[in-house]
T-cell receptor
Framework: GESVGLHLPTLSVQEGDNSIINCAYS??????FIWYKQESGKGPQFIID?????DKRQGQRVTVLLNKTVKHLSLQIAATQPGDSAVYFC??????????FGAGTTVTVRA | NAGVTQTPKFRVLKTGQSMTLLCAQD?????MYWYRQDPGMGLRLIHY???????AKGEVPDGYNVSRLKKQNFLLGLESAAPSQTSVYFC?????????????FGSGTRLTVV
């Protein structure tokens, strides 16, 4: 079946720098894409989403970019903070209620 | 606090034992889901429900059963636990499709089968 995946399993970033987390997807029928943050011992927490008819969406310190031509999704975190250390998942969904998740990227923020 | 509540948070089972995981949501969401999370992998959908009294199979349904007798509760059952079912289980609910922020996850149940 088709799946959503992330390019790198780990990312180490200096506090204050910008982080970029990448995700490749293969289901061209997906209608929306979501980024989740998961801290140790907790469930995934919604960060930001983007619909397939958009190529960029901004939130507070985060930006999601969608490139449908190459089926690529990225999450940019500005001025990374220690509290941003977590596992980040991308997920894709269409109109059948279900989400498909990638394997996740573990982000570690260095002080 | 409003949200999704999972019980228990931790459980150790012996091979062959059975158990039920409970998920409760107080947001009046129509849709509910059970996922499992294994090391190095994303969440995989086990079963889901699009409304009270309905259930459907997800990506990895074998060895599990579910029931949605009440809108606010979604139960996940393991009839005969196997070591391969050692995992962290997450329940989620949503009020609609097509909106990412509509999904709310519980804090998980860590299950170990020995």
């Amino acid at each position: 079946g088709e799946s959503v995946g992330l390019h790198l399993p780990t990312l180490s970033v200096q506090e204050g720098d910008n982080s970029i987390i990448n995700c490749a997807y293969s289901n061209s029928a997906s209608d929306y894409f979501i980024w989740y943050k998961q801290e140790s011992g907790k469930g995934p927490q919604f960060i930001i989403d983007i619909r397939s008819n958009m190529d960029k969406r901004q939130g507070q310190r985060v930006t999601v970019l969608l490139n449908k031509t190459v089926k690529h999704l990225s999450l940019q975190i500005a001025a990374t903070q220690p509290g941003d250390s977590a596992v980040y998942f991308c997920a894709e969904g269409d109109n059948d209620y279900k989400l498909s998740f990638g394997a996740g990227t573990t982000v570690t923020v260095r002080a | 606090n409003a949200g999704v509540t999972q019980t228990p948070k931790f459980r150790v089972l012996k091979t062959g034992q059975s158990m039920t995981l409970l998920c409760a949501q107080d947001m009046n969401h129509e849709y509910m889901y059970w996922y499992r999370q294994d090391p190095g992998m994303g969440l995989r959908l086990i079963h889901y429900s699009v409304g009270e009294g309905t259930t459907a199979k997800g990506e990895v349904p074998d060895g599990y059963n579910v029931s949605r007798l009440k809108k606010q509760n979604f139960l996940l059952g393991l009839e005969s636990a196997a070591p391969s079912q050692t995992s962290v289980y997450f329940c989620a609910s949503s009020y609609s499709i097509g909106t990412g922020d509509g999904y709310t996850f519980g804090s998980g149940t860590r299950l170990t089968v020995v």
